[in-house]
């Protein structure tokens, strides 16, 4: 979905919460009488199964959701998580069925194995997730322990885990939900490695839902969010499956043993490319959602008075509330834009890929690494702002504000965590700096590390500003480089060099993150705007004005020292940014509005179309257990008897 669709006209929504007759959330069964933070673990988990099950019973009538449907489909993809978080505070069990389970088949399986599980998948008669992660290992996959030995003679994979810490540990729905998965495994072939390969197995009987024979299973306990995602371990005892059960896309077994490579062994991490990918636009949701809650909060309390003889303001005429809320409504816009372009990146590619054409995986693995890493740490970073900017109202589980900031730290960690996904971006960078000093082309986004041109005089524009992240990012690269080399040159080896370097290169790669987010904003804005009403265009522009300026005050230091910015630019860019503020204030409120996103999706006492802050705060109140009766039981067992010194 566009940046325009995004602002002005989303066609799955009427506009801000004018319930549709036939629409999936006019289904009251699908809320909770009892706000899920008084279940218990066990009830959460129950209760999330019972909505799941009519949840996605409704998605297939009300978006054709079956087969033939496309998973891939981002605006599909989009909607599915955006109707999720009316029916889930946190996300479902089955987040990994559609998110990893049915992609990893999708893209690692040959056109056979996707015609029948991919039906089987897309139909939900079996439920799926995506095993890779260890007890012992996440980040390092080479280290995985699992182990998947072929047998010629019974034409059989022997799965194994031979130590505790190669259980399985993390996956989503693998406690209990789950009945097959995608397992990561090291695959040997009489005796011989051949690295990480996928294989889709059963888990569970299809009909008593009981572990198989050799398969232990389990839930790992109660975590800081997510907490309706049953993430699970597994073990599997000698557990065979057929051979037909690796999924052979890229390498293949053959039924004697022979093992046929594929195009490159990096192919297996196709899956988590694409969650990569995904991810960006999850975190523009999740942004839009608490910037919405922040924002119309914000309008509805009053509190103190800015002159003496006023009445109370609204909090978001105070200047400091507007600098902290308004880069989270430019922040949605950024990251939605960068995912709608990282996307089509990603599909171009994956075409390309398609007929053999390798040459531009490199870039896509570190676009995706680093877009995925700045997204949910800017995120995760302003949904927690959102809640501070609520004050004491933020604090309460029914803002949604804790939740939220929940769904949006847990992906600083998954899919890749962000310090390692970071390193991984540099290491394409340093990579490009080599090639480009041996005058070698470089791809196009990582192009400008080679501009060779002197620092040119600052300009507080956007193109200035753009120009001068791109010369921090050279700088810093080039630092990198230059600290490596000598290192190199005074005998230590390149690895302690580069791990002695890793403060730096983290802070190269994020460099070059900001450098291509704020440059890919601001030229899709452009072009997109021009297609929009001068009035809507123009508070685009603002927007991205503001998003360039903020980042620009925020990295101050690395401008002043790779750039030729100085003092009296710094103070004509904090001007910029006040008088940014000013100007769209009278157009907060529209714009979080144009976000569309209904009540029901973001479920918060504080960020209501209506603006009841207040009566709902109360009626939530009232739906805490402790109050459904005047005295508790523990008064008569407990209080009584200690205020009476008899306890
Ligand atoms: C908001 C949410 C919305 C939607 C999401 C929906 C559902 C999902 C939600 C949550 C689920 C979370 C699930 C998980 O967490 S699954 C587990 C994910 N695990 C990881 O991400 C592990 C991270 N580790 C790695 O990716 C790798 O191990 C590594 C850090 C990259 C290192 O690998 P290694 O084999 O040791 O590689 P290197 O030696 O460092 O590099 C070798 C070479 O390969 C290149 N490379 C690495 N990865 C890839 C890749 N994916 N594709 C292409 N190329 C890759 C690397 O750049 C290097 O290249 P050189 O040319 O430099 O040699
Ligand atoms: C909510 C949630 C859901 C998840 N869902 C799934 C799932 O469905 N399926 C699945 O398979 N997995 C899943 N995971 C696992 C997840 O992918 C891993 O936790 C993640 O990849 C990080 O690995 P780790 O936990 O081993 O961290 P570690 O790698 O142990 O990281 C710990 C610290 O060590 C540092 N570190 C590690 N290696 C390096 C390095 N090379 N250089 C510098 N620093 C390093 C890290 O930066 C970090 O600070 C999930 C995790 C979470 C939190």
């Known amino acids: 979905m566009g940046l325009v669709d995004q602002l002005v006209n989303q066609p799955h929504y009427t506009l801000v919460n004018q319930p549709r007759e036939n629409d999936i959330l006019s289904h009251k ?5 009892i706000p899920e933070e008084y279940l218990s673990h066990k009830e959460k988990y129950e209760n999330a199964i019972r909505k799941t099950v009519l949840y996605y019973r409704l998605m297939q009538k009300y978006q054709n959701y079956k087969e033939g449907s496309t998973i891939l489909d981002e605006t599909r993809a989009n909607y599915r998580n955006l109707v999720s978080f009316a029916v889930f505070k946190d996300y479902p ?20 194995q996707q015609k029948h599980w991919l ?6 008669e079996i439920l799926g997730t995506y095993a890779q992660t260890e007890l012992g290992h996440g980040t390092f996959i080479r280290g995985l322990e699992t182990t998947a030995e072929y047998d010629p003679s019974t034409e059989e994979f022997v799965l194994h885990s031979p130590t505790l810490t190669s259980y399985k540990w993390w996956p989503g729905g693998l406690g209990h939900t789950v009945n097959y998965c995608v397992v990561m495994a090291q695959l040997y072939i009489r005796g011989r490695h051949h690295g990480m390969q996928p294989f889709l197995v059963q888990l569970r009987d299809e009909a008593t839902h009981m572990p198989l024979p050799g398969v232990k299973l389990g839930e790992i306990g109660a975590k800081l969010g997510l907490s309706t995602v049953n993430n699970g371990f597994l073990a599997f005892e000698h557990h065979r499956i057929p051979r037909d059960r690796m999924l052979m896309k890229n390498a293949q077994v053959l ?4 093992f046929v490579a594929g195009p490159s062994s990096k192919l297996a991490y196709g899956t988590m490319i694409y969650v990569r990918v995904i991810i960006v636009n999850g975190m523009a949701n999740l942004m839009a959602k608490a910037a919405t809650i922040a924002v119309r909060y914000s309008a509805v309390r009053r509190q103190s008075q800015i002159k003496p003889s006023e009445p109370e303001c ?20 950024a990251f939605s834009t960068c995912a709608r372009w990282l996307w089509d990146v990603y599909t171009g590619v994956m075409g390309q890929m398609e007929s053999g054409n390798m040459d531009h995986l490199p870039e896509l693995h570190a676009l995706a690494c680093s877009l995925k890493v700045v997204s949910t740490m800017d995120v995760s970073g302003l949904v927690e702002r959102c809640r501070l900017a609520c004050g004491g109202h933020g604090f309460m589980h029914s803002s949604n504000l804790p939740y939220t900031y929940g769904l949006a730290t847990a992906a600083c960690t998954y899919e890749g965590e962000n310090t390692v996904l970071l390193l991984q971006t540099a290491r394409s960078l340093v990579k490009a700096w080599q090639k480009g000093s041996k005058g070698k082309p470089l791809s196009p986004t990582e192009a400008y590390l080679m501009d060779k041109s002197p620092v040119p005089k600052w300009e507080n524009t956007l193109d200035g500003i753009i120009a001068g992240f791109r010369r921090v990012s050279a700088g810093k690269v080039q630092d990198c480089v230059s600290k490596i080399d000598k290192l190199v040159k005074m005998g230590t080896s390149y690895e302690d060099a580069w791990n002695q370097t890793s403060v730096r290169l983290v802070a190269a790669s994020e460099a070059h993150s900001r450098a291509v987010i704020l440059a890919t904003f601001r030229s899709e804005v452009s072009r997109a705007a021009a297609a929009l009403s001068p009035p809507l265009s123009r508070v685009l522009h603002q927007l991205v004005h503001l998003y360039c300026v903020y980042w620009a005050l925020e990295r101050l230091g690395d401008l002043l020292l790779y750039t030729s910015i100085a003092e009296r630019d710094v103070q004509e860019l904090q001007q910029q940014y006040e008088d940014l503020l ?6 907060a409120v529209g714009l979080v509005d144009a976000f569309d996103l209904r009540d029901e999706i973001l479920n918060s006492t504080l960020g209501a179309y209506d603006g009841r802050v207040y009566e709902r705060l109360m009626e939530e109140a009232l739906k805490s257990p402790l109050n459904a009766e005047p005295v508790n039981q523990s008064f008569h067992q407990y209080l009584k008897p200690f205020m009476h010194g008899k306890l």
Do not use: W
């Open 314 to 333: 609204q909090i978001l005429d105070y200047v400091t509330q507007q600098h902290k809320l308004l880069i989270c409504i430019a922040t949605s816009l």
């Open 93 to 112: 069990p089955l987040m990994l069925h559609n998110g990893m389970f049915i992609p990893a088949i999708a893209g690692q399986g040959t056109p056979e």
């Open 255 to 258: 039924k004697d043993g022979t």
């Open 582 to 587: 000013q100007k769209i204030r009278p157009n």
């Open 29 to 33: 069964e699908l809320f909770d009488s």
């Open 119 to 124: 039906k089987r998948a897309k139909n939900m």
